[in-house]
């Protein structure tokens, strides 16, 4: 089997695991609440980081100076971004998170591309077109008020490019476990304050109830999918790679007909078919 063929099965794999990251997790936070889901959900994943960094003998790169900064700033972002995202699916459908957070493209490509340095061309702006025009439609299905979960994970997903840039510095100076182990740690305690000042506290008896969506979701989706994201993208382009997450969606739409018994609108349907082929325009070389 080849490394680029290899590389598409991990992009598979990852879209797999992420499109399933909406239904394990709102099924727990319905059940504890959006931070306390997070705070055991990165428990799961901290386990998970922390044996292979120890595993590699890399413990000493977290305290790397010259990577503190970018570590730093990497960590506040995308503490800020899952925090926002987990209490959006409070409020809105885990169809329509996956849909709204796939605009990390978009947003992408306004701050780096139009505002920034670089100019899109013909085919990118059409992209940038389509994904508006997709997200429009799916934040205002046959109607002009936002549904505030969907806010909020708009918001995240404006976030998520500003943490990306970060994550890659920080990444040119320590390896991947070594900054997914750093922003685990770091937002631990700032979600554990978050959960005692403005939830209601949680009993073993309902932490053991959805025990299971809370390690699949932690150990698969903040964990494992991470590790697939760095070994599809070491054997395929990051191009290729963003075009092949644009699945991700499409495997929440059906998890979330089969085991949630949701159903989009044909608006919304629309919607997310715009914003997937608004982002295979947006990711073409």
């Not at 730093?72 to 972002?77: D, K």
């Not at 996956?98 to 100019?119: P, R, V």
């Amino acid at each position: 089997m080849s490394e680029e063929r290899k590389g598409e099965l991990f992009a598979i794999a990852l879209c797999f695991f992420e499109g399933l990251f909406p239904i394990w997790s709102i099924i727990a936070v319905r059940k504890i609440g959006s931070i306390h889901t997070y705070l055991a959900s990165l428990v799961f994943a901290i386990l998970f980081f922390a044996v292979l960094v120890f595993a590699k003998r890399e413990f000493k790169e977290l305290f790397k100076k010259e990577a503190l900064k970018d570590l730093l700033l990497t960590s506040f972002f995308i503490t800020f971004m899952f925090v926002l995202i987990y209490i959006g699916l409070s409020y809105t459908t885990a169809s329509n998170m996956s849909i709204i957070l796939l605009l990390q493209i978009f947003f992408s490509y306004l701050y780096f591309n139009l505002f920034g340095d670089e100019k899109m061309d013909l085919v990118h702006t059409l992209g940038v077109f389509l994904m508006g025009i997709g997200a429009f439609i799916v934040l205002f299905p046959g109607r002009l008020s936002v549904n505030l979960g969907d806010l909020f994970v708009l918001i995240a997903a404006m976030t998520a490019p500003i943490a990306n840039l970060y994550q890659k510095r920080a990444r040119l100076l320590v390896s991947s476990e070594v900054v997914l182990l750093f922003r685990s740690l770091f937002a631990f305690p700032i979600l554990a304050i978050l959960a005692f000042l403005f939830e209601k506290s949680v009993s073993f008896k309902d932490y053991r109830e959805v025990f299971i969506y809370l390690f699949l979701s932690g150990f698969f989706v903040l964990g494992l999918s991470k590790i697939f994201w760095l070994e599809a993208l070491h054997r395929i382009s990051i191009t290729k790679l963003s075009a092949m997450a644009s699945l991700i969606p499409l495997f929440t739409l059906v998890f979330a007909f089969f085991l949630l018994g949701e159903t989009p609108t044909s608006l919304q349907l629309f919607g997310a078919f715009l914003i997937i082929l608004g982002s295979i325009f947006i990711t073409r070389n």
